[in-house]
């Protein structure tokens, strides 16, 4: 079945510096979604890319889906302690369901 | 806005004890899903539905069973819990593949 491989599954950082995490498919993607889970919380959407080459913005998060539709990333510039929790990206999989990378769990220092 | 309401934040069970985790949404959604969550795997499906009494297996249905009797309800289900199904179970529910996906709370289960 679909899989997504996401790297890297952790990462600390300092705070104000930036943090990005990528997800990776052997195959072509319909779309992906991007969620967040803070610590103690439930996934929360941020986000579907769903166009080759697309490249959306929130804020401080840049979103991008490969050419190829098979990988994508979400850059975080200059982060901040808010930014605490996991990050994960999600690809639709057969029958209608959705399969979701391993997670990266980000942690600050401020 | 949506809500997806698990019924236990916690629960302590023995093993061998059949357990029911609820789920209900208020969204009338069709879809419902039910993830389990361990460190280092993401969120790994364990069944969905796609309509009353429908059902379909995720990539880890060996263990559970679910019931969806109404479209707003869908049960998880351990038949006989063992201490490897210690983990957080996420409810979901959503409209199509192509809206976000709606989580609950979570409900933390340990088994003893």
């Known amino acids: 079945g679909q899989q997504v491989m996401q790297i890297p599954q952790y990462q600390h950082v300092q705070e104000g510096e930036d943090f990005t995490t990528y997800c990776n498919s052997s195959?072509?993607?319909?779309?992906i979604q991007w969620y967040k889970q803070r610590p103690g919380g439930h996934p929360v959407f941020l986000i579907q890319?769903?166009?080759?080459?697309e490249v959306k913005k929130q804020k401080r998060l840049t979103f991008q889906f490969g050419e190829a539709k098979k990988n994508s990333s979400l850059h975080i510039t200059a982060t901040q302690t808010t930014d605490v929790g996991t990050y994960f990206c999600?690809?639709?999989?057969?029958?209608?369901?959705?399969?979701f990378g391993q997670g990266t769990r980000l942690t600050i220092n401020p | 806005d949506v809500k997806v309401t698990q019924s236990s934040r916690y629960l302590v069970k023995r093993t061998g004890e059949k357990v029911f985790l609820e789920c209900v949404q208020d969204?009338?959604?069709?879809?419902m899903f039910w993830y389990r969550q361990d460190p280092g795997l993401g969120l790994r499906l364990i069944y969905f539905s796609y309509d009353v009494k429908m059902k379909e297996k995720g990539d880890i249905p060996e263990g559970y069973s679910v019931s969806r009797e109404k479209k707003e309800r869908f049960s998880l289900i351990l038949e006989s819990a063992s201490t490897n199904q210690t983990s957080m179970y996420l409810c979901?529910?959503?409209?199509?593949?192509?809206?976000?996906?709606?989580f609950g709370n979570g409900t933390r289960l340990t088994v003893t």
């Open positions: 195959t072509t993607l319909s779309n």
């Open positions: 969204m009338d959604h069709e879809n």
């Open positions: 979901a529910s959503w409209v199509s593949h192509n809206s976000p996906l709606h």
């Open positions: 999600a690809a639709l999989g057969g029958a209608q369901k959705l399969v």
């Open positions: 890319l769903v166009k080759s080459g």
